[in-house]
């Protein structure tokens, strides 16, 4: 234990994503409670999503992180890379440092579909995937050079995003930040045709207008739509972003024309844009659900089932259709994990928690821990969306501090860390991993190339330990 004369408070933020970085910037431009923050992430890169969960071809997205760089100019914020917090440091430890400590950890699982055969090789979450084209240095290579056909299942922006880099032309993907063998893979990709599959319809689709013109506008690339998709919708209700939905997938229908039985049209031409590789087609299949994956030893081909609503819930109607893919991305959401010691809602995965204060498994607020983000509210929103989030916590957590004096005495986390052999990296380490990125994605003209193996990003940091 050391004592501190200083009379800061200190704030621990595990967790250095978009939600993370608000809450360090709200805590340190709020003027009521002299505040330094110890920004935390398991990995040696600040960014969480922003670097790793953003679409590689959505730079203006991006251009958010250049946004909440200016974080870490503010003197009282520090980052600490590579501290998994919850196994290198205790709840319990970090509560004895910590005046406060604000959980910002996403959610870093995903939701399974429940369908046999999800296990074959082939079947993979869409986080995975992202994880791959974004260079994330836990991902695992991917071969498209044996797909033809693939299927997205979920109607939400993951969708849209993994599906458009399936069905891109790869050298307008050769522009982003994606490393150069993922580009190598997606050059030798051999899909032709992608299906979009939502248990839903075109008026229930969870993803925003732009991201769907987006996709339907791609050069080179011809949509369908199946034509019982616009059944029983009753367009006098839909709000302003489903009736934009459905009018723009109305257009891509009428554009691409429909097979008659409700199957996508695979004997369509192919779009008369000329591009730097064949046509590749894409398939929005509404109204339909997973039913089983086949195949031996890989995915051979994916069932799916028509679905209806029925009082108010999505169920079956026994038709099925098989689907000729080797590749099923299952896009259908995001899960939050528990830190050890934590408290935990396993139903909805998050933190439970009141307007950000931490409740606990007695159900009372427990005091001195808050959450933000997707482990607050779950995976909804966009980016932005964590900037009000955070200030809404931060305004309670420094009610809450406000007239308690900071603690008189506090463990030394670096002495701890010392002792476990963990090496944290400072922000000036991760600079050096940026500055090598620039360096890399100039010398192929581009703005930024990711280093994306945990053997690199250690190699970067490592010299100065
Ligand atoms: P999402 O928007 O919640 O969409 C999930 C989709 O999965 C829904 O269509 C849902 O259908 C479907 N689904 C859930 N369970 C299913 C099941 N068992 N079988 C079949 N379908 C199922 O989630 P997301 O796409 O993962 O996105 C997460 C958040 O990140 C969203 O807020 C999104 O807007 C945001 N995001 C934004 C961008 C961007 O702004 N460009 C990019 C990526 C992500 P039902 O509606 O029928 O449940």
Redesign the pocket.
């Known amino acids: 234990m050391t004592t501190r004369a200083a009379d800061v408070y200190r704030v621990a933020v595990v967790g250095a994503g978009p939600s993370g970085l608000f809450a360090a910037q709200a805590l340190v431009s709020q003027d009521r409670l002299p505040v330094e923050v110890d920004l935390y992430d398991r990995l040696p890169t600040p960014y969480g999503l922003l670097r790793y969960?953003?679409?590689p071809d959505?730079p203006n997205?991006k251009a958010v992180a250049t946004a909440l760089q200016k974080v870490f100019d503010a003197p009282g914020i520090r980052f600490h890379g590579l501290v998994r917090v919850g196994e290198d440091l205790s709840r319990d430890e970090m509560l004895s440092a910590y005046d406060a400590i604000v959980y910002a950890v996403g959610a870093a699982a995903?939701?399974a579909?429940?369908a046999p055969g999800e296990e074959l090789p082939g079947s993979i979450s869409?986080?995975q995937f992202v994880e791959w084209y974004g260079g994330h240095p836990d991902a695992s290579p991917h071969d498209l050079g044996t797909t033809t056909g693939a299927a997205v299942?979920?109607?939400?922006?993951?969708?849209?995003?993994v599906a458009r880099v399936l069905v891109k032309d790869p050298e307008a993907l050769a522009v982003t930040d994606m490393p150069d063998d993922v580009l190598d893979v997606l050059r030798a990709s051999a899909i032709d045709d992608v299906w979009i599959?939502?248990?839903?319809g075109p008026a229930?689709?969870?993803?925003?207008t732009?991201?769907l013109r987006e996709i339907l506008e791609l050069p080179g690339v011809e949509v369908t739509v199946n034509p019982d998709a616009f059944d029983g919708i009753d367009d006098a209700t839909l709000d302003r972003r489903c009736a934009a939905n459905v009018a723009a997938l109305r257009e891509a229908a009428t554009r691409a024309g429909h097979a008659a039985d409700g199957q996508p049209d695979l004997a369509a031409g192919v779009d008369p844009v000329v591009t730097s590789r064949p046509a590749r087609r894409l398939h929005f299949l509404f109204w339909r659900?997973?039913v089983r994956l086949e195949g031996t030893d890989h995915v051979e081909s994916f069932v799916v089932e028509r679905t209806r609503v029925e009082g108010g819930r999505?169920v079956g109607s026994g038709q099925e259709d098989a689907l000729p893919v080797q590749l099923v991305l299952?896009?259908?959401?995001?899960r939050g994990v528990a830190v050890p010691g934590v408290s935990f809602e396993p139903v909805d995965c998050v933190i439970p928690n009141r307007e950000g204060r931490v409740v606990g498994e007695d159900g009372l607020v427990a005091a001195r821990e808050y959450v933000v983000g997707?482990i607050k509210r779950g995976?909804?929103?966009?980016?932005g969306?964590n900037k009000s989030d955070a200030a809404q916590t931060v305004a309670h957590l420094v009610d809450d501090l406000t007239g308690t004096p900071p603690l008189a005495s506090r463990v030394e986390v670096a002495g701890l860390l010392a002792a476990r052999g963990v090496q944290p990296v400072s922000f000036e380490d991760w600079q050096r991993i940026d500055a090598e990125e620039v360096a890399r994605g100039q010398a192929h003209g581009r703005a930024r190339e990711k280093v994306a193996t945990w053997a690199e990003l250690r190699a970067l940091v490592a010299h100065e330990h």
Not at 379 to 383: F, N
């Open positions: 969960g953003v679409a959505h997205i995903d939701v579909m429940g869409a986080r299942v979920g109607l939400g922006n993951v969708a849209l995003d599959v939502g248990r839903r229930q689709a969870a993803f925003t732009k991201e659900r997973p999505v299952r896009s259908i959401g995001y997707w995976p909804t929103g966009v980016i969306t």
